[in-house]
C-alpha cells in the first residue's frame, strides 16, 4: 500500500506538474539531524532522541498515514552490538489538501520523537557514535524523495548529564504528541454519508472546544476532503465527518469494527490537545452542530460595536474614575485657554488610551498564542504589578496634595492651566487604561471573548474599537467649543479640587494594597509599605528644598534618589513574599460556598443537582459592587438554600488556567463571569455582569 501511495504522489505531483518542475530550486528541501536529549548517559539508560526535520517554505512531509498521496518518513537505525533503536513516535499532523487530495503531514520544522538503549556493559569514558538512515518524501507543487545518513555522539558516563534547554525542547515536542484518550469514543456510521464520532465527556462539553480535527490511523477509513463539524452533545462532543471508500468496499463496520485514529481539538484560546483514540460502533447521542464557536457568533461588525460601546461605559466603572477625576482638572484647566490646545490634549489623551488598549490587547494576544492561559486583566494577577500600581497612585496623590511638583511657579489659574499639556494628557489616557484593567463593562466582556478566537489582526481591530469608546468622551470635549463653555473657569477654587482629587487616588492605593495581601501576603503589604514611606521621603526632600541654597538642594536631592531607589527595591521583596490563597469573595458573602474545579462541578452536576457559578477576583470592582449587593443579600441566600444550589466560586485572583478555561469555553476574556447551570441542562445560562437581588433569586428559582 505504501508503494501505490508513492506511486500516485509521484504521478500527480510530478508528471503533473512539469512545467512548475523546472522552477524547482537545486539542493535538498529537507534539512535533518539527530538530537539527543541528553549527549552524557549512563550505562543502562533509555536516551531520548529526536529526529528533526527542517523543510524549507512551501514543502511538506508525511505523517503515519499521509493520507490519499505520500508517503511516512523513516528511521533505521544501525546500532553497536548491545545497544537498541525505539519506533518513531508521531506527534499530531495538520490536514494538507493538495488539487483533489487530501494529505497528512507537517510543515517547517518536526520532531519525530525515537529513543535508543544503552547496554548495561557500557563502559563509562567510552565515546560512541551511533549511525541511522532517513528517507522521507518531501512535496510542493512536485514529489521529492531525499535521505540522509545521520550520526549521533554519545559519551558514557557513571551518571547522565541534562542540558535545561535541551530538555525543555524535548518536553515542548511530547507536549505535541498524542495522549491516550481518558474518555470512552464510539462511532456510528448512519449511512454512506454520515459518520459520527462521540468522545464521552461531560468535561469536554462544558469547555466547548472551538474545533476538532480526526486523523484516522489507515487511509480510506473516512472522506478526508469533507468538513468535519463539530457538535455538542449532553454528556459529550461528536464529530460529523463522511466515510471513506473503505466502509463500503471493504465492509470496514463488519470486519474490522475498531476505528482507531488521533483527535485533535482546539481550544477558544487557540491551544490544541491530541488524544488518541480507537472509537468502537456504539451509540451516538443527539448533538447540536454549530456553524460558529460558542465565542466567536457575535460576528466581527456587531463584536466592534460592542467593544466600542463597552469601552465608551468603562468610562463610568469605579476602577477609572480616580484617574478620570484627573482628566477632567485637567479639562477644566484648559478650557478657557486656546480652542486649539484643548483640541490638542483631547487628542493627546484618546491617543494614549488608544495605543495603550492595543498594546494590551497585543500583549494578551501573544501571550495567549505563546501557551500562556491569560485573559483581560492579567497583569493584575502579578503580585509585583499591583504593588507598582499602589505606589504610582500613591505618588499621583502625593503630587496633587502638593508635597513635590515637577515644573516651577505652578499656581491657581493660568499658570496651572499649561502644566499638563499634551504630553501629560497623553500619559493620563495611558495610565487610565491601566487601572481600567480590573473592570469590565457591559457588551465589552462579549467583545473581548470574540476577539480572543479571532486572528491576530482581527482581535486587535476589536482592540482599537474598544480604544476609541473609552477616549471618545474626552476626545469629544476637546473639540467642541459649546462643551467648553460649560466647564467654570479656571481660578482660586482650582487649587482646592486638585488637592481633593489626592483623596480618590489615595484610596486606589489602599484598595490595591488589600488586593495585594490576598495575592502576596502580609509579606507583600509589608514591602508595599516601605515604598511607599520612602517615595513619600524623597518627594519631600525633592520638594522641601526647591527654595534653598545650591548646596542643601544638591544633598537634598541626593536624599531624594537614594530614597526613590530604596522604594524601588522595596517593591522587589514582592516578588519573593509567600504566596497566599485568595479568597476574593469567601469572607464577605453570607452563602455557603465551596471553590471551583472541573472535578467539582462534573460531580454536582452529575448528581443533577443545580450549579451557580461566580468567576471573580480581589481586583475586579464589579465583582466587589455585585457581592455586596447581590450575593449578601438575604433575597438570594434564600433563594440558594430554597432550591439547594451548589455555590462554586472561581477565584481568579491570581492566575488559575482552569478558570481561564471556564472564562474562555463561555466566551469571555476576564470577569466577572456568573454562570447558572440548570438541573439536567447541557449548557449553562450567563447572567449579566451586572446583578441585583432579584435577578439572581429568580434565575435560580426556574426549573
Known amino acids: 500500500?505504501?508503494?501505490?501511495?508513492?506511486?500516485?504522489?509521484?504521478?500527480?505531483?510530478?508528471?503533473?506538474?512539469?512545467?512548475?518542475?523546472?522552477?524547482i530550486e537545486p539542493g535538498p528541501k529537507v534539512a535533518p539531524r539527530l538530537i539527543a536529549e541528553r549527549t552524557i548517559v549512563?550505562?543502562?539508560?533509555?536516551v531520548p532522541v529526536a529526529f528533526e526535520l527542517q523543510m524549507k517554505p512551501g514543502w511538506h512531509t508525511y505523517w503515519i498515514n499521509p493520507g490519499e498521496a505520500g508517503a511516512p518518513t523513516e528511521l533505521k537505525w544501525k546500532l553497536p552490538a548491545g545497544w537498541q533503536g525505539a519506533e518513531l513516535e508521531w506527534p499530531y499532523p495538520k490536514r494538507l489538501p493538495v488539487g483533489p487530495l487530501m494529505n497528512y503531514g507537517y510543515e517547517g520544522k518536526v520532531w519525530l520523537l525515537t529513543a535508543v538503549q544503552v547496554p548495561a556493559a557500557a563502559k563509562p569514558g567510552d565515546r560512541v557514535t551511533l549511525e541511522a538512515a532517513g528517507n522521507w518524501l518531501v512535496c510542493r507543487e512536485v514529489c521529492i524523495p531525499e535521505d540522509a545518513r545521520l550520526t549521533l555522539a554519545l559519551t558514557i558516563a557513571a551518571e547522565g548529564v541534562t542540558n535545561p534547554?535541551?530538555?525543555?525542547?524535548?518536553?515542548?515536542?511530547?507536549?505535541?504528541?498524542p495522549q491516550t484518550s481518558p474518555w470512552r469514543a464510539t462511532y456510528r456510521a448512519s449511512d454512506d454519508k454520515t459518520l459520527d464520532l462521540f468522545l464521552e465527556s461531560p468535561t469536554l462539553a462544558s469547555a466547548r472546544p472551538t474545533q476538532a480535527n480526526f486523523f484516522p490511523l489507515s487511509e480510506g477509513l473516512i472522506n478526508g476532503f469533507m468538513p468535519q463539524k463539530l457538535g455538542l452533545a449532553k454528556n459529550g462532543i461528536v464529530l460529523r465527518t463522511e466515510p471513506g471508500r473503505k466502509f463500503s468496499w471493504r465492509k470496514f463496520r463488519a470486519t474490522e469494527p475498531e476505528l482507531p485514529g488521533v483527535l485533535v481539538l482546539t481550544s477558544a484560546d487557540g491551544s490544541t490537545k491530541a488524544l488518541a483514540i480507537r472509537a468502537q460502533p456504539g451509540a451516538v447521542p443527539a448533538a447540536t452542530f454549530d456553524e460558529a464557536p460558542v465565542a466567536g457568533g457575535i460576528g466581527i461588525p456587531l463584536a466592534l460595536l460592542f467593544a466600542f460601546l463597552g469601552g465608551l461605559i468603562l468610562n463610568l466603572m469605579p476602577c477609572v474614575l480616580p484617574v478620570l477625576a484627573m482628566k477632567a482638572f485637567a479639562v477644566a484647566s484648559a478650557s478657557h485657554g486656546h480652542p486649539r490646545e484643548a483640541a490638542?490634549?483631547?487628542?493627546?489623551?484618546?491617543?494614549?488610551?488608544?495605543?495603550?488598549?492595543?498594546?494590551?490587547?497585543?500583549?494578551?494576544?501573544?501571550?495567549?498564542?505563546?501557551?500562556?492561559?491569560?485573559?483581560?486583566?492579567?497583569?493584575?494577577?502579578?503580585?509585583?504589578?499591583?504593588a507598582g500600581f499602589a505606589l504610582l497612585m500613591f505618588a499621583v496623590g502625593l503630587?496633587?496634595?502638593?508635597?513635590?511638583?515637577?515644573?516651577?511657579?505652578?499656581?491657581?489659574?493660568?499658570?496651572?492651566?499649561?502644566?499638563?499639556?499634551?504630553?501629560?494628557?497623553?500619559?493620563?489616557?495611558?495610565?487610565?487604561?491601566?487601572?481600567?484593567?480590573?473592570?469590565?463593562?457591559?457588551?465589552?466582556?462579549?467583545?473581548?471573548?470574540?476577539?480572543?478566537t479571532q486572528a491576530t489582526f482581527a482581535a486587535l481591530l476589536i482592540f482599537l474599537a474598544l480604544g476609541i469608546g473609552f477616549a471618545s468622551p474626552f476626545i469629544a470635549i476637546g473639540l467642541s467649543p459649546a462643551l467648553l463653555r460649560l466647564i467654570p473657569k479656571p481660578g482660586a477654587w482650582m487649587l482646592i479640587f486638585k488637592q481633593a482629587l489626592a483623596f480618590p487616588m489615595y484610596a486606589a492605593a489602599v484598595w490595591l494594597?488589600?488586593?495585594?495581601?490576598?495575592?502576596?501576603?502580609?509579606?507583600?503589604?509589608?514591602?508595599?509599605?516601605?515604598?511607599?514611606?520612602?517615595?513619600?521621603?524623597?518627594?519631600?526632600?525633592?520638594?522641601?528644598?526647591?527654595?534653598?541654597?545650591?548646596?542643601?538642594?544638591?544633598?537634598?536631592?541626593?536624599?531624594?534618589?537614594?530614597?526613590?531607589?530604596?522604594?524601588?527595591?522595596?517593591?522587589?521583596?514582592?516578588?519573593?513574599?509567600?504566596?497566599?490563597?485568595?479568597?476574593?469573595?469567601?469572607?464577605?458573602?453570607n452563602i455557603a460556598a465551596e471553590p471551583y474545579?472541573?472535578?467539582?462541578?462534573?460531580?454536582?452536576?452529575?448528581?443533577?443537582?443545580?450549579?451557580?457559578?461566580?468567576?471573580?477576583?480581589?481586583?475586579?470592582?464589579?465583582?466587589l459592587v455585585n457581592e455586596k449587593v447581590a450575593f449578601s443579600s438575604d433575597v438570594v441566600k434564600q433563594a440558594f438554600a430554597q432550591n439547594k444550589v451548589a455555590y462554586l466560586i472561581a477565584d481568579w485572583t491570581n492566575q488559575n488556567p482552569q478558570i481561564t478555561k471556564l472564562l474562555v469555553a463561555n466566551g469571555r476574556s476576564g470577569v466577572p463571569l456568573y454562570l447558572y447551570y440548570a438541573p439536567g441542562a447541557s449548557a449553562p445560562k450567563v447572567l449579566p455582569q451586572v446583578l441585583t437581588p432579584g435577578n439572581v433569586a429568580e434565575i435560580v428559582g426556574r426549573r
Open 597 to 623: 474545579s472541573e472535578a467539582r462541578l462534573d460531580t454536582l452536576r452529575a448528581q443533577n443537582r443545580p450549579v451557580f457559578i461566580n468567576a471573580t477576583a480581589a481586583w475586579c470592582i464589579t465583582c
Open 344 to 386: 490638542r490634549e483631547g487628542w493627546a489623551y484618546g491617543a494614549g488610551a488608544i495605543l495603550s488598549f492595543l498594546a494590551l490587547g497585543g500583549a494578551v494576544v501573544a501571550l495567549r498564542a505563546g501557551g500562556q492561559a491569560i485573559g483581560w486583566g492579567f497583569q493584575l494577577q502579578e503580585p509585583i504589578v499591583v
Open 1 to 23: 500500500m505504501r508503494e501505490m501511495r508513492f506511486l500516485l504522489a509521484m504521478a500527480l505531483f510530478l508528471l503533473g506538474s512539469l512545467p512548475a518542475a523546472a522552477q
Open 42 to 46: 549512563a550505562p543502562g539508560e533509555r
Open 513 to 589: 494594597v488589600w488586593v495585594l495581601a490576598l495575592e502576596a501576603g502580609a509579606g507583600g503589604v509589608l514591602a508595599t509599605l516601605a515604598a511607599m514611606v520612602l517615595f513619600a521621603l524623597a518627594a519631600w526632600a525633592w520638594g522641601a528644598s526647591r527654595n534653598a541654597s545650591s548646596r542643601v538642594r544638591a544633598i537634598a536631592n541626593l536624599c531624594a534618589v537614594i530614597a526613590f531607589v530604596a522604594a524601588l527595591a522595596s517593591l522587589w521583596f514582592v516578588k519573593t513574599a509567600s504566596l497566599q490563597p485568595a479568597a476574593a469573595q469567601q469572607a464577605s458573602s
Open 165 to 177: 534547554v535541551t530538555a525543555a525542547q524535548f518536553a515542548a515536542a511530547r507536549a505535541k504528541l
Open 399 to 452: 503630587n496633587l496634595s502638593g508635597v513635590y511638583e515637577f515644573s516651577s511657579g505652578v499656581t491657581a489659574g493660568e499658570t496651572l492651566t499649561r502644566k499638563g499639556g499634551a504630553t501629560g494628557a497623553f500619559f493620563t489616557g495611558v495610565l487610565a487604561v491601566a487601572v481600567a484593567a480590573p473592570c469590565t463593562a457591559p457588551f465589552m466582556a462579549a467583545a473581548l471573548g470574540f476577539a480572543l
